[in-house]
Structures are given as structure tokens and as C-alpha cells.
């Protein structure tokens, strides 16, 4: 498939698809695409302050830079548009007020990019996402041939949100105790604050799942960390990035619905997100929790296309084989 | 029941009730009070732009005027607190993801506070609210002893919206396919734009509703149209006032979810609210759809609170069967 | 042509067309189109606050309403895109920094919706995309043929703004003075404020132009200045409407560049425009100076879009030649 | 005195004064000037939101015309800079934290512009500043011979805000009380709401006091009751105005501290200044209550530049004895 | 004394304490508290931006939370209101225009909670309330039993601002003076930018005052300057912290008076005020310099709260004699 | 030459030049002068977000200190009001609309500010002014003895945005080919994300130019990637610094055109400045892309003001041969 952006000012245009790559909104016409990017425009499942649904369109058109074809990633070397066959496939067929219903269609969504031979990447929408996400991709490996790596501020292993069993706070508790991925395949990088409970933790370390605190970031750095991440996720052979944008700190992304201070900084988080993709590839993605109406000079939107950015340079260095080679004066 | 506001600058004090009214949680201590507030912060069943979760506690706290017992509206000449106990009850148990519990959780608050004999002041929320706090309501009286006035753009007369039955565009359907309100006894004030649709203006005449488009009130003014209001509820011995705050103008309610430009001002607004409480008292009424994130400077939330400010000094010139006096400089 | 919009959320889908309305990219299928719309998104003309380069795509998607093929007008009683074929046709090629080239580029662009058949409506942009607009819609017609009716706070009859001549202060003395259009086919509304000059003024007087101040409008009322313009222009076959959204007050549009107190309602604006276009047609129409940066909670921007609403409503009455019937109870 | 403004964009230049007149901060150089305008930044006496200590500055800068020299004002035919030597005196020494003492900063720079003969314009800073400003302009006065018009939503006639006498509520009943101002000089327009309390009316009345509330306001038409302000003025020689922001709606200033629905538009607010200048001429003015932090897109601050923009252009017309003469086309 | 905090979602429920304990507005009734919060809503002695009298409301409401009795600090192990017994008591009786009198309340409401034995953490406010508040806690001690540790970007050691002596600029200077706290008891943690002068830098040393500017926690890090402040504190027996919020960057904290760039981050600060609550206890806290309309997102009231919360879970860590045990995988 | 500045509260006083130095609007009233600050206010030459032309007035306002004589920068211990004889000479008689015309204006005002002695300091606006004002000043000089450090996102050395040559990304290409500065005499701090190209990189390497990626500063610390910058600049005589605000994270930044998350905090911008100013002094320098209309609470202006603060305290330190000292308590 040979795929070709608009180019021109980022502001101008009539379209709105990720970083101006064509629509495909047509399920039979994704063969070919190596990344399929969608939307899954909701939040009813969230607990606090709302408006994810306007996450998609916000994270898509929060681009400066139109579809230059010279445009590389300078610390990378590479410009992934170049490499991937990119596509926008719209968003699933989210229906307002009936947030299971639209997990139904992300699902359905989902599964025709993976249809297609494609990786999809899923722009939210609230985290609980990641249930219906997460669960159609591993279903096309075996059980614990997907490893997950989660940022996020809170694990979201709750069993239920006031009795909201599907809410944003316990897709990961639901992907592990229906078999979806084992325990011990899923990492979590960034929590802190005041989630999850102790009996929460109880349950993570009886499934085996592995986890990286803030306090640890601090104190050991970032890339000790995603050594430790690397050498986790070792053993499985696919992965999917499950990003919440609030594991970054509130100044550099006060656009969500449960901020908590004393997160990442995009310096920490962004080179982590294309490290991993370039080393491990990536079977599928989501970037959840983007508020626009919370959001201020779209810094938050800004923040959530570069990690998807991020992850596409390093899938790109991942399929050409090739090293990253920043741009240096000599 | 003696009720006394604190009275203290408008922004200091530990509570954040209606007004500075007191606090009462407790059902059981309810009697005695004629007038209580109540919140119902949900938003799952907006089509656009969600926040109604956070309207309630804004338009509480809208309030610059502390609880200083000296004040009276000025063009009434009363003291609606002087007159009448009035009471903030909190808000429905609403569950964030479930808005059908939180209906539920609605209904028994509403109920709470009609087995105390007092009138329930419901602060939204959107507007599918209306079906279960009318229907609290008009279970209390005689089918057709209850009228409903409504103020709003949109009618909310859908059978759906994206398949979904009790959404924000919808509870006045099921109230009248229900048969819990008569058809004619909804009058519906302000509609304008492109909702609802000519089939459900079909189905609205065919069940004898009543409505007044904006270019009437436009062309004919407010105060005309108010008195056919009075004409068309006559005969109803009860009046349920359910004011969407997207009848204003964006440019006075900038703060709500599906806002549409031609709306009406405050001017036209206001004294029609106290107009109807004043010469027909009132069984109910609910104020929705004040979405905090999309307001600025508060106006949208402090709009909503004189919506309901208007008609508690009303009910209060009702109940003492007392003339409105302005205050004359002679 | 027949034309579908998509159904669904509002916020949701890939694209970013007015009102869901197909993206028509190639000119060369644009015939069979009745209306198509374009932007021109620059701002480089401004004389105070910039960013209506934004304009085009916050017009676009200031909608709350999906594409829902059930809509209509309910005053009119009519759904445009059911009686005409609408599509967008995206931006002008616009060049940062040479506003000038996008000039052009806007030419261009307005003359392959000409050539099509279709009726070409332009979301600036600033103001000084009228001169290109206009000139290339007068061009297909005789001179003296093509009336303009200008919705503005300002003439924008200058000769030049420090020393620019195409700056968004003064399409209207060049198409006058490069015999584009006649001054007596200009009718300028709304006028308010320290614009234009008194020598201004007197050019306007010996160009034969004619004009309604705010405060002619607040003291005869809308309907009657209305009346004023349609015999004003009745002699002119074909009309374009130029309309500033800066028209509107400051209260109502504060999404502008050069805001002036004192302006319209959308209740006096929304219904002269559905009225010039239900009466007269429309050979073309631009809508412009919405700067995004300076709006909140989007209000002028849905402002502009239901400006364009209403223009297309008058258009579908015009064409299917009926009577606008508004939705009554009985 | 001959003073010219800079004539350059208005957002650039070095200076910051008025509408680009001269800053003269030396009071010996005032001599000559007709009108100066003066700061008074402080906000220490407001209720509930503060922020106006920004005013002036605000006020100041919300121009987007530059210094043209060729600018009328197009309903009245007049530059007032061309008829009136207008400079700007920089802000008063006012205090922060000690709102006493700026008061008599107040004071102070009132009287150097009065002692240079000219009429002093006061840009506030809350309201309490009515008390040292009227003072002192009424000194100069036999008592009597000076009457206040005051716009505003607040009759501000309180004796206390808890406990404190100099507060932004209550600069009118001392003026009355310490033989300043007598009642039945002073006109108020545009009360509404809930203030002031009936005890403060009991004793406005019994002071002689008149006032016009916008219930009034909204029955008879802004004409018919300004007409009767005339009357009722029409025995004292001089006038000041005195204008308090809030007395516009809130969708018309929202940055303002105590804002209150049901307002007047800036179409009822500016002709009736400048019909009072222009009848009476003025003694002196002031501006009071916007709070730059609470406004959006500077509409508030826009709305108090022209507000003194009508009262200089009134002030031209009544020292120029012209009568106003709107540019009409023919 | 047993408290239980209401379990609800965040947004909901009728009161606005802090993390939803019980509002415990009867001094009599603190008895058996551990910890009483208090609000001090005033910013009259601000020098630059006010809004600071919004800022306890704002810290309190700024909660993601509820108030679910299973959270604990992921850091720390702990509960903090499993702990201790903490609740609201409301404001201080502040008076708006006349700040000592607002001086005197918290004085007194001060008072109020130490005769109740409990830790008084008050919320401000301008950081003029040090001075009240610390007098109040340091006269319960003997003289120079009470070390303060500020974090700050400001000294506040100035004699007066502009001749206000009680001004936020200068509480450090009277508590020193004054005799009530020793200077070698001042430790200040922050410092940047340009003040306080030379002169008051020769004062500090003099006085035996210690601290630490930005520059020594960027060079040395924020452990090894705490680790000094452990030692300089060593010798007193009890401690207050006074945490000015602009001690953050204006990322991290844009809702303030005086932001100064260069600041802490979140990471650095929370840890910090958390170790100290844990090993030294806590005799008092306030924080101060929350301006919530300059704030966006809530991110600064947030950031506030939590600042609150670290030393909440110091203390309860400080009490029950327990170590900080982080959640950890294995 | 002895200047004076005001010393009043920040939001006071009727001027609006940086830190309230004198205003000297004649350039031949400049001489005595050592730095000059001038403002160039244009914005036409962006390619994304607009709004720079109101940079260099919120840049000037920025200011919560007032004239204070005593301030002095506490790491430093230097004044830099009283080591330097600083004036503001207004801003450049841009034209709004013809850019090119803005450059030629801006080159006038640099040549008046060298003709009279005195390092110019020019606050934008766009970077596209980095051409005429380095142009100016290194004309003055021969060719080579002028380096130029640029902190920056983005290299600026492309050929032509859309075609237009002098746009802002662009200057530092013609200042290289068109021998005004050898390419190894730029060194570029900061670089990240997308741009430039490839094809530009060869470019820069072909022409000596040295640059430091962001991943660099991540990695070896901002102070060894300084220590290389002087190093790289020891050969030249004289240095001009051009800081692009957007170098900063947007966190720190959001105010700007084409922001990217990534980059500097202030910790590390701010002493850098500093010290290659303090080190190497300053032939020049410009500070670009603050746009007001995307910052919040002024923290993108208050870092745009704190960095020429910072250039100005190195200055003064190198002007005064005096070391840096900063306050420590012993």
C-alpha cells in the first residue's frame, strides 16, 4: 500500500485524520496498512472530571507540522511515514450513553485492522478502553504471547467503580482474571498517589504482576526502569503500549480527567514509548484520557500526538531494522 | 422548621449549600421544610459536550451574596428565606457509568423529599433527568393535575438518540407515552435551531402539547407568550417547572452542552420563571444542563442559580399571598 | 448529484467537514454540487488580533448535531441538505506569510466551484478574502448584476491600512474602484463605531453605496432596515452576502479581531440572512474574521456555523420554492 | 494645549496610556489639558471577586484603533481628541494593602487634574473609590450644584460590608450622609437583584434619591427613562457620571466582581452616556469594577474603554456645541 | 474521637470539605481531633495578583477522590484518616477590606483548635497569615521550641510593602522581631529570583536565619537540602511548615500572586513535606498563595491538596510510629 | 547616562515599558545608553499559531516586581538596573500585512539603538526578525567576530516555508549563505522533534554549524553541554543570543506558536543565559514566539521577561568584572 499525506499548512485542509494521512473509513480498503490509527470517542466510564470523547479529534489535529515528506524524527533518524503505511480509519461507532455498546464497536473496530494485517493504535476515549482493546488483540495470540506495558498513574485493577464493573479504574483486574493476558505479562510504569488499594496490590502480586512507582523513577531514573521493563517483557513476543496520559505530571498535561501531581515529564515518557517500540515493536497501542475541555493551548492534545509520534518511529526503526541515528554536527 | 442561612462573605465558610442554607442529609430530618434543594451531577446522557456532573456544586456555589438576611429582590420586594424553610438535601447517590441507577438514585431523593412535604428544587445534571424527577412528582397527584412548563431549545421529545432511550433528548417522549404527563399539559417555551424533528412535532400535536418557538417570543415578546403559558395551564392544578439552561442565548449560558445561538436573554427569562412561581406556586422544578467546564467567569452557573433564585422568591410571594412590590423611589 | 452526510456523534468520526457533508478534495467532481463550501484560512490582513487562520475548521466543527438526515429547520420547516447537494470542497491553498499568494489560491478555488455550477459559500479568513471572493463571483455575471450585502461593524472601505491596500480594511473601496462591483450594489449593515472615516463616507455617498448603522437598527427595528435592503438590492438579479461575524456583539462573538460593543443579536442576525437568501438566492457568500483563539466554549464559531446554516436554509426554500413553514401545535 | 496621539498599531508602541494620548505624570503639566484620565488600581474594598486593580491598565490597552487621527465617531460626527486636549495622568499612588491610604492617593491626584482645570476621568478599581473621587470633584462645587448619575446594578448605598464602612458598597450613602452629594442629586439606573436591602430604600427615599430599576428599564425602554434622568438632573449645573460595569449584563461584562443577571447591552449602556455628556456636559467621571482576570477575549475591559470613548465623544459634542450628526448615506 | 468521611464520588454530595471529612464549625466539638483544617480566605495584602480568598474553597474541592476508607499513599503504606481523626472546622470569620481584623479571626479560630489539642493546617490566603497564624502556635511553646521550615520562593522577610507592615511580604521579618520565633528556627527551602534585597539577606544572617535557594537544590538535590534542614531543625522540639505555593514553578503552579519561573517541581516538593511530617511531626501547617483565577484546570488547587495530603500521611506515619513501606511487586 | 525607574506597584503607574525603565522613544535621546530594549511586534511569518505580535507588550508586563531599587538577583547579587543604563525604546513601526515592511522597521530601530552605543535587545514577534536584527548587528562587526547562540526547538534553516524565503523558520539559513555569519559561528541549543530535514543537517554540517539536541542536554546535564557551547564560541569576540521561547517545554512555554513537548525547563534556560551572558557579555540579543493569546495566567511572558532579566544580570556581572555571588546564610 502506497500511502501518501496531504501536505500543507497543518491549520488548512478540509480533513482531520492523524497527522493528514488519508481516511479509510472503508474496512475492506485497510489491506495493505501497516499501523491503522482509530478513535474510540467516549468517557461515561470515567469517575471524575469527563470530555475524553473529544480526546480523538483533539490528539489528531494537534499537529504543526502539515504532511511534510522531508520531516524525520531528528534524535531517530527516521521519518515513519516513510517506512509505515499509515491510515486513519475514523473512530468506531461509539454511542453516547451506552458506553458497553461502545465497547462493542471498538471492538468490532479493532478487529478490522487486525483483519487487515494491521497494528492498531486506538486514540481515547477513557481507559476502560483497554478491555475491549487489549482483549481483541491478545485474542489472536496464544494466552501470554502479549505482554502489556501500562503508563499510567493508577494501575486501574479495581473490581468495580461504585459498582461499575467496566469503569476506567479496572480494565487490567478484568483482562487478568478472564485469562485475557496473565498477570505476570503485564507492567505498570508510573503509579503513585493514592490507587490502587492495598488489597488491589495484594491481588497484583498474587497474579504476578510487576510495577514501577514514581518513587522509583525518581530515584533510580528512567532508563534503569525501562531496562527493567525491557528484561520483564522478555519473554513475550508481542507487545502491546497501553498510555494514560495522566501518568505524565499535570503541568505537562493538566487535560485529563484525574490528574495527579508529581508524574513523568514527556522528556522521561517520550524516549521510554519509542525505546520500546523499537525494540519490541508493537502488536497495538492505546493513548486514553486526553480532556480537551480541560486541556489549555492544547498542550495535553500536543503531548498525546507525540507519544503516538513516538511509537511510530521506534515501529519504524523496529520493521526497517534499523538503528537509530540522531542528527549530530559531525 | 426555623431555618437560618450563615452569613458570611460568599466565599468563605466551611459548606457549600444552595445559597448557604443548611446542609441536611438526613431524609428523616427533612419535615418541616417547604422548599428543598437537591443535586442530581450527572452527565453520561448528553450527546455533545459533557460537565453537567459539576453543576450542581457550580451553581451552589454561584453565589456572591453570602447569607445576609437583610436582602430582598428588589422588584418583588420579599425575601423568599424570610418566608419560606428552605433546605439543601445534597445530591442524589448517583453512580458515575450507571446513569440508570443514577436515575433511580433520583427518584428516591425526590421521593425523600415529597414524603417530607416539602417542594423538590432538582439541579442537573442533564436534562434526561426530567423523567424520573417529574415522574416522582406527578405520581403524587391525579394523572393531569400536574403541568409541566418547560423552557429549553430542544424539545427532548425523541424516542432515542444513537439507540438509546433515556437520553438527554428524550425524557418528555416517555413521560407522555407513559402516560405519567398528559400531552397537554407540557407547554414548552424557547425551542429554535433543528430539533426536534417534524415527526416529532407530528407526534407532539397528535398528544396535544403545546410549544412557543423562539421567533414567536421574537416577534409577539415574552410577556405575551407568558400570558398564553398561563392560559394553556390553567386548568392544571399543579406546576412542574423544568428550565434547560440552554434556552439562554450562548452568549448568556456559554456554559452548557448544546448550546444554540438565537436563545433567550435574562431579561426575557427570569421574570418569566417568577411570574409563573408567583401566580401558580410550585410542585417541582429542575434546573440542567449548566456544564462548569465550558463556562467562564462563572455566568452560566450564576444564571442557573437566579433561574432558581426567581423562583423561590416567586413561591414565596405565592405562599404569602403577597403582591410583588418593586422598590419605588416615591 | 446526491449527496449523504454521515450519521453519527457529532464528536465522533474521522473527518471534519461542515456538517458531515462529503470532502470533495477534486474539483473536477464537484459538478452536480448545488452549494459547496471552502475555506480560506489565513489572517495575515488582520489589523489587531490574528487567528482567524483557525477560522475555517472550528466553523466546521462547531456542529452538535451529526449529520442526522431527520433534521430541519424548525422555523422553516425545511432540511437544506435535502433539497440541495452540499459538499466541502476543503481549503484554499493558502501561503503563510504571503497573503497575497493565498489570495490566489482562494481565486482559484472559487472559480473551480463556479465553473461546477455550484454556489460557492468561503469561510475566512479574514476580511480581505472579499476582494478575491467577490471579484471572481462578479466576474461570471454582468457588471451591475451581482448586489453584495456586507453584515459588518466596519465598511471596510479604506484605502489602505498603513500603507497595505489588500488588508482586510478595504476589499470593499477596490471592488468599487476596480469596477467590480457598483457602489450602489453595495449594502452595508450594522455599521457601528469609529469606522470608516468621514472621508470614507464621502466616497461611499458619491459611489452611490448605502448603508445602516446600529443604531438605525436599534431604533426601526431588523425587519424594517431588512425591508430597506431587499428593495435596495431588488433591481440586482444576483446576490452575495459578505458577512463579518464581528457583526455581532462582542457578547455574542467575542471570537473576533476587532471586536465592537454595541453589535447585533443572533436573534436579529440569524433570521436576516435566512430571509435575504429565502427571498433573493445566493450567487455566493463569505463568512468571516471567526478567530478561534479568542473564543471560548466555542460560541462564536457555532455562531458563524449557523450563520451558514441559515443562508442554506434560505437557499433550499429558494430553490424548492416554498413557503418557509414553521413547526406550530396546531 | 495641542496633544497628538501616536498613530500606530495598536498593539504596538512602547507607551500604554489611553487610546494613545500623551502620558503626563508631572501635574504641573496638566495645565491646559480638557480632560485627563487617571488609575485608580486597587481592589482591597470588593465583597467577593477581586482583580480590579488590572482595570485601568486593562481598560487602557483594550483599543484596537491606534492614535488615527481621522476617526469619528460615526452616529455623532466628531473626534472628541480633535475637540478636546486629552492626556492621561498615569494611575494614583495607591497602596496595596492599605486601600485607606489610596483613597487618599485618590484624593490627591483627583485634585491636581481639577487644580490644571480639567475634567478628571477615573479608571478603577472598585467602586469605593466613587466616595474620595466624587468628593472631591463636588468640592469644588457649592453643595448642590453637582449631581452623580450612577450605572450601576448595586445601589451601593450600604453603611457597613461587614463591618467596614469604606467598602466597594457603600460610597453613596456617605456621600449623603457627610453633605457631599444631597439624595435628590444623585440618580441611579439600572438596579436589580437583591440589593440594597428595603432599610437602605426607606432611607434613599427619605434622603430624596431617585432611581431607575431594570425592570423599568425593560418595560419603558432605555429613551423613556433617560429622558426622565435628564429631568431629574436638570437643576444642578454640573454632572458626574459614575459607572459601574456591572451594570451591564454578564454575557456583556463577565469580568467583573459581582456580576449580576438580567443586565443592560452595551446598545441600551453607550448612547446613554453619551446622550448625558452631550446634553450636560461633565464634570467628571468615573469607571469602576472591571477585573481583567474574570474576563475573556477583553470584552469587559472593551466595553469600559468605550463606555469613556462615548462620554469624550458626548463631552466634544457639548463643548464643540455641535449637534450629532450620523454618517447616513445620502 | 471517631471520623468518618463520606464515600461518594468527588464531584458529588452536598458539602465542600477537605477529602470529604466532617465540617465540624462548633469550636466546643473539635475535642478528640488529631487534625482540624481551617480555611483563611483573604488576599488583601497580596502586592501583584489576587484571588487568593478563593483559595481554600478551591484546595478543599480539588479532589479526585471522594472519600473511600480504602486508599492509602502508594509511598508511604498508610491512610492518614485511618490514622488520625482529622476535620474541617470552616473558615475564619475573615472580613473583606480590613485584614488585621481577618488577622484577628484566624487568630482566634487558631486558638480554637490548639485549646481543642489538635494541629491546626490552615489554608490561605495571602501568606501574610504566617504571621497570625505561627504567633498563635509558637506562644502554645516555649521560645524557640518551634522551628518553621517555609518553602518559598520569597523570603517575606521584608519590613513593610509600599509602608504596609502586615503585608504577605513580611510575616518572617515580625516573627523574628517580635520575638516569637528565634531567627536560627527559620529554615527556608526555595529561594529565587529577586528577593528579598541585600538588606534583608545582612538582617537574616544576623538573626541566625539558615536557607536553601533553587540553585543549591538544583545543584546539590532536593534530598541532600533536606537532609541539611533535617540537622538545622534537629535541635527543636516541634514544627510548623509554611508552604507558599509559588514555590513551584509556574508550570506545576500557575494559579498564584508572585509566580517566579525556576521553581520546584511536584517530585521534589511532596517527598520533601511528606519527610518532614514523618519525622519530626507536626505542631502546624499553612499554605498559603492559591489563586484560583489564575489557575486552569484546577492543576495549582490540586497540587495544594496534595501538598496538604503528604503532610497528612507524614504525620499519621510520624504517629503511629511506622515506617513508610511502598507498595512493591514481590 | 542616569536612568531612573519607577518604583510603584507592578499593576500601577500609567507606562507599560519593561521593568518600568524610562520610555525613549527618540533615538536621539538614546545615547549614554548600554542596553536598549525594543519590541517587534509582528506575527505574519508564523506557520502554525499566530499572536506574537502582542509578545513584546505582555512580555513588558510580565513584571510583579515594580521599579524597586533594592532588588537584586540573589544568586548573583548584582542589580542590573544599577550596574547598566537600560531604556526602552518602544517598538519598531511594524506594518501589520506587509512583513517585509516590519523587517525593514526593525532593522531601522536596531541600527538607532547601535548608532547610539548600546546593546539592543529586541523582544518579538516571530523568529523570522532573527535575520534583520543579526543582519544589523553584525554588520557592525567583521565578518565572523559575531556568534550567534540560538535556543531553540527548531533549527530555522530552512530554504522557504511554502515558498516564502524569509519566514520563521528560515533566518538562519540566509544568515549563513548570505555571508552575514559563518556557519560556525551558530551554535544551536535544544533541537528536537521533526525539524529540520535531513537535507538541512547536511546542510549545517557542510557549513561548520554546531547545534546540541535536546537528547544531548537529557543526557549530559545542561551544564557540561554550556561548558561545550563556550568552547565552541571561545574564538569569537562577540556574542548574540536568539531565544526561541519554545526551546522551553510547553509546560513552561504553552505560549507559542509551534510549541513541543520535550523540552527545556526554566531550571536549566534560565542560568545558561545567565552565564554566557556573565562570561562572554552581549553584542545582542532577541527573544521570539511568546504568543499571548495561547498563554495562561502570563507564565509564557513571565519566562520571556525572567530570560531577558537573566541576560541582563550576566551583563551587568560582565560589565562590572564582579563575580557571581549568590546569598548564602554564613
Redesign the interface.
Known amino acids: 500500500m502506497k500511502v501518501n499525506r496531504v501536505w ?10 492523524f497527522q493528514k494521512v488519508p ?1 479509510v ?1 472503508d474496512p475492506d480498503k485497510l489491506a495493505g496498512a501497516d499501523v491503522v490509527i482509530m ?1 474510540a ?1 467516549m ?9 475524553t ?2 480526546g ?2 483533539a490528539i489528531r ?1 494537534a499537529n ?2 502539515g504532511g ?1 515528506p ?6 531517530a ?1 527516521i521519518d515513519p511515514f516513510d517506512v509505515l503505511a499509515i491510515v ?12 458497553l ?1 461502545s465497547h462493542r464497536a471498538i471492538t468490532e473496530m479493532v478487529g478490522q485492522i487486525l483483519d487487515a494485517g494491521a497494528v492498531p493504535i486506538i486514540l481515547g476515549g477513557d481507559h476502560s478502553i483497554a478491555h475491549p482493546d487489549i482483549k481483541t488483540v491478545a485474542e489472536r495470540f496464544e494466552f501470554g504471547d502479549l505482554a502489556v506495558v501500562q503508563f499510567d498513574t493508577h494501575a486501574d485493577t479495581g473490581t468495580e ?4 464493573e ?2 476506567h479504574g479496572t480494565p487490567f483486574y478484568y483482562l487478568v482474571e478472564e485469562n485475557i493476558i496473565p498477570g505476570d505479562r503485564i507492567i505498570q510504569v508510573g ?9 488491589e ?1 495484594e491481588w ?2 498474587a497474579k504476578g ?3 514501577h ?3 522509583e523513577i ?1 530515584r533510580r531514573g528512567i532508563n534503569a526502569v525501562i531496562d527493567d521493563v525491557m528484561d520483564e517483557i522478555s519473554d513475550a513476543p508481542n507487545l502491546f503500549l497501553s498510555v494514560d496520559i495522566d501518568v505524565l ?4 498535561a ?2 485529563t ?7 513523568m ?3 522521561e515518557l ?2 521510554a514509548i519509542r525505546r520500546l517500540a523499537t525494540e519490541r515493536g508493537l502488536a497495538g497501542m492505546d493513548l486514553v484520557e486526553v480532556s480537551p ?7 495535553t492534545a ?2 498525546g500526538n ?1 507519544i503516538v ?1 513516538e511509537a511510530l518511529v521506534g515501529l519504524a526503526l523496529n520493521r526497517a531494522e534499523q538503528e537509530p541515528r ?2 549530530d ?2
Open positions: 500543507e499548512p497543518a491549520f488548512a485542509g478540509g480533513g482531520a485524520t481516511l473509513l478513535g470517542p468517557d461515561e466510564f470515567v469517575t471524575y472530571r469527563p470530555g470523547r473529544f480523538p479529534r489535529l504543526d507540522a511534510d522531508r520531516l524525520r524524527h531528528i534524535d533518524g486513519d480509519h475514523g473512530d468506531a461507532e461509539i454511542v453516547p450513553g451506552d458506553p455498546a467503580n461504585w459498582g461499575v467496566r469503569a503509579l503513585r498517589g493514592y490507587w490502587p488499594f492495598h488489597e496490590f497484583a502480586r504482576m510487576k510495577w512507582r514514581m518513587e525518581d505530571d499535570p503541568a505537562y493538566p487535560g480527567g484525574t490528574p495527579e501531581p508529581g508524574g515529564t514527556t522528556r517520550l524516549p475541555p480541560y486541556d489549555h493551548a492544547e498542550i500536543l503531548a507525540r509520534m540522531g542528527e554536527p559531525r
